[in-house]
């Protein structure tokens, strides 16, 4: 069940690097693009970075909106994810051809995606130079929530099966799931 995460822990839902499902809203329609290069970058408010290609239909919506949301997908959504990241939402409705679901965000305009482990959504703040030199937004987190089948003590714990652990996206569509947890003994 999807529930509320405090604001200044939601870093902890991207820290370590999964792929990102990024979805926005504008004009009347939605958007669902998959993105590995999404960061936390501080903690409260709490603000991510995310990148998102000049000319594509996610950065008009986001551009227009100035909204977005960043959903962390599984591995059961594996091939979900790949088809969301392989095709453009100018030519063709990727929630139909991707078999992602969409449902309502409580903050912004940009839905979730429903089945994933973790959301944020986010409002854009405006650094128009870093946007159109580097296709970077930065964003504050106004809402986060996370599943909590897979959330114990304040951090990811997977025991409740394998097609709940995050997806890491390496390159034509190679993937791999997030791993074992492991606690360091302190020096």
Same mark, same amino acid.
């Given at each position: 069940?999807?529930?509320?995460?405090?604001?200044?822990?939601?870093?902890?839902?991207?820290?370590?690097?999964?792929?990102?499902?990024?979805?926005?809203?504008?004009?009347?329609?939605?958007?669902?693009?998959?993105?590995?290069?999404?960061?936390?970058?501080?903690?409260?408010?709490?603000?991510?970075?995310?990148?998102?290609?000049?000319?594509?239909?996610?950065?008009?919506?986001?551009?227009?909106?100035?909204?977005?949301?960043?959903?962390?997908?599984?591995?059961?959504?594996?091939?979900?994810?790949?088809?969301?990241?392989?095709?453009?939402?100018?030519?063709?409705?990727?929630?139909?051809?991707?078999?992602?679901?969409?449902?309502?965000?409580?903050? %912004?305009? &940009?839905?979730? #995606? +429903?089945?994933? $482990?973790?959301?944020?959504?986010?409002?854009?703040?405006?650094?128009? =130079?870093?946007?159109?030199?580097?296709?970077?937004?930065?964003?504050? %987190?106004? &809402?986060?929530? #996370? +599943?909590?089948? $897979?959330?114990?003590?304040?951090?990811?714990?997977?025991?409740?099966? =394998?097609?709940?652990?995050?997806?890491?996206?390496?390159?034509?569509? %190679?993937?791999?799931?997030?791993? +074992?947890?492991?606690?360091?003994?302190?020096?």
């Amino acid at each position: 069940m999807r529930v509320p995460l405090e604001l200044r822990r939601a870093y902890k839902l991207l820290n370590h690097g999964p792929t990102t499902l990024i979805t926005s809203a504008a004009k009347g329609r939605t958007n669902v693009m998959a993105a590995a290069w999404a960061m936390p970058i501080d903690f409260e408010p709490p603000k991510v970075a995310v990148v998102i290609a000049e000319g594509t239909f996610t950065h008009e919506l986001v551009t227009a909106s100035g909204e977005f949301t960043l959903c962390v997908p599984t591995r059961a959504q594996l091939e979900h994810v790949y088809v969301a990241g392989s095709a453009s939402g100018h030519a063709e409705d990727k929630w139909a051809s991707s078999g992602l679901k969409a449902v309502p965000a409580s903050r %912004v305009q &940009a839905p979730l #995606v +429903e089945g994933c $482990v973790g959301w944020l959504e986010c409002r854009v703040l405006p650094e128009p =130079d870093v946007q159109r030199k580097y296709d970077l937004f930065i964003a504050e %987190v106004v &809402a986060a929530w #996370v +599943e909590d089948s $897979v959330w114990k003590d304040g951090g990811w714990d997977f025991s409740a099966g =394998d097609d709940y652990r995050p997806i890491h996206h390496l390159a034509g569509g %190679v993937f791999f799931a997030t791993g +074992e947890r492991m606690q360091a003994r302190k020096p």
